[in-house]
């Protein structure tokens, strides 16, 4: 007796051979019969590499009852075939670019922001801002206006202010890449010493400020540090995951004595938590968080801020990111992990800012990094090993762990020698870098890779 699915497949067999001979079915020859077998699960339309999904795809893809995209179906057969026994994986959701309904402003003045709530906007939350000495306001928009509207009606009603939306930015790490050695220390690829190694003048002083995720301050690797979490997203929004800053934060500080030696056990961390976790994974930070989080590290006369994170031009950031520089304190930010052909993203890409491309430990670009212009260096950033968010440890990837190193290097320099201004510190930098790619400056690594050999050498 025939089964069912036997039954199935001796009535398809025929036509599909006819209809393949009159050209009627432009498909790959094994997708046929995996169609008859319903075993095409396989060619999912996914990338499902190493180091993370949503990589590129050939010119055409399979899709469920649609054969090779491009070409003509089988779809006349569809009824005949095997029904999945599993549901089609469903493409994740594009992450959202700035708060709904909401924009943000810098330098309203009362009478101003009367008018504004006289004409239906709303007070959400508001922030001292003591660098620029006034308020950062978060509105809610009336809901006859488009955002658009919104931002143009505040921009008009108070021109000296700041205005722009409520942007989302977010850490800058891929899935994890295996260790090929046994504990992935890619700092030795640049020459990174231990901390017996360093000269005394590098040896401490430095004081780093981070924006970053949620922490987990039991982490082993912070048991002998200096370390300070302060807590600035809404205490009423879900805390962020601790995997990416418990990661950068033990990169940059862990003890020497755990498995995750930071870059500088003896340096002093001030880590701002501005995130928020949205839904699975999706740990944002708005600009109303990330603005207010940059100006009290500025307040607390940190040498250099970590910014392991990315998102759209704004305003209000930019604005901020020019005080960091005028305060003689260097930012360095995560190029973003969307590919060589996306567009530039911020704060990495403002001029202010050192932006941080990712290698591999053979020197080799991280093939998700972003290029353009405003590349200035390149660090180790593939596989790096560094603290688990509970306990322990794993390699992490991700130009989010490149842009530590450079970090580090800056703190070391500014500890040593306090006076050395912002583009002295850029030039020691640049005059030691390993030239990768082509001759001097390029979009792919910047001046070139980070050489940790001569950080404290070059101190004049």
Not at 149 to 176: G, S, T, Y
Not at 207 to 235: K, M, Q, S, Y
């Amino acid at each position: 007796m025939l089964t069912r699915r036997a039954l199935r497949l001796a009535l398809i067999a025929p036509f599909a051979a006819t209809a393949l001979l009159a050209g009627d079915i432009i498909a790959p020859r094994n997708t046929i019969l995996f169609q008859m077998l319903g075993t095409y699960e396989a060619l999912a339309d996914d990338d499902d590499d190493d180091d993370g999904g949503g990589g590129s795809r050939g010119s055409g893809s399979f899709r469920s009852g649609a054969g090779w995209s491009g070409g003509r179906s089988l779809l006349p057969f569809r009824g005949l075939l095997p029904r999945r026994s599993s549901p089609r994986r469903s493409q994740p959701p594009v992450p959202a670019v700035q708060a709904p309904n909401e924009i943000i402003g810098l330098g309203f003045s009362p009478a101003q922001l009367e008018q504004l709530t006289a004409s239906g906007f709303q007070v959400l939350e508001r922030g001292t801002m003591a660098t620029f000495n006034t308020e950062i306001i978060k509105l809610r928009i009336p809901s006859e206006l488009t955002m658009d509207a919104a931002r143009q009606q505040a921009r008009a009603l108070a021109p000296q202010a700041v205005v722009d939306f409520n942007h989302f930015f977010r850490p800058e790490q891929r899935a994890e890449r295996p260790c090929v050695a046994n504990d992935c220390l890619a700092r030795s690829v640049i020459g990174w010493p231990s901390a017996q190694d360093w000269p005394g003048a590098c040896a401490g002083g430095a004081r780093i400020g981070l924006v970053d995720t949620a922490i987990n301050p039991e982490h082993d690797a912070f048991e002998h540090g200096n370390v300070e979490i302060i807590r600035l997203a809404d205490e009423k929004l879900p805390e962020s995951g601790r995997q990416h800053g418990t990661a950068v934060a033990a990169l940059l500080v862990g003890s020497a004595a755990t498995r995750t030696p930071g870059l500088i056990p003896g340096g002093r961390l001030i880590a701002v938590d501005a995130f928020h976790r949205a839904g699975r994974q999706d740990d944002r930070s708005g600009a109303f968080d990330l603005v207010r989080a940059i100006d009290l590290l500025i307040a607390r006369e940190v040498h250099v801020i970590n910014l392991s994170l990315s998102g759209p031009p704004n305003l209000l950031l930019e604005r901020v990111v020019k005080k960091v520089g005028e305060r003689q304190i260097i930012a360095v930010a995560a190029a973003g992990n969307d590919g060589p052909r996306a567009e530039p993203v911020y704060p990495a890409a403002y001029e202010e800012v050192i932006a941080v491309t990712a290698t591999d430990k053979h020197k080799r670009p991280y093939r998700r990094a972003g290029r353009g212009e405003h590349i200035d260096f390149a660090a180790p950033g593939v596989a790096v090993w560094t603290a688990a968010s509970v306990s322990g440890a794993r390699p992490k990837t991700g130009t989010s762990f490149a842009a530590p190193f450079v970090t580090a290097a800056v703190a070391l320099l500014k500890a040593s020698k306090p006076e050395l201004a912002p583009d002295r510190i850029r030039e020691m930098l640049t005059g030691n870098a390993e030239d990768l790619g082509d001759p001097g400056k390029d979009p792919v690594f910047g001046w070139g890779l980070l050489n940790a050999h001569a950080i404290c050498e070059t101190v004049p």
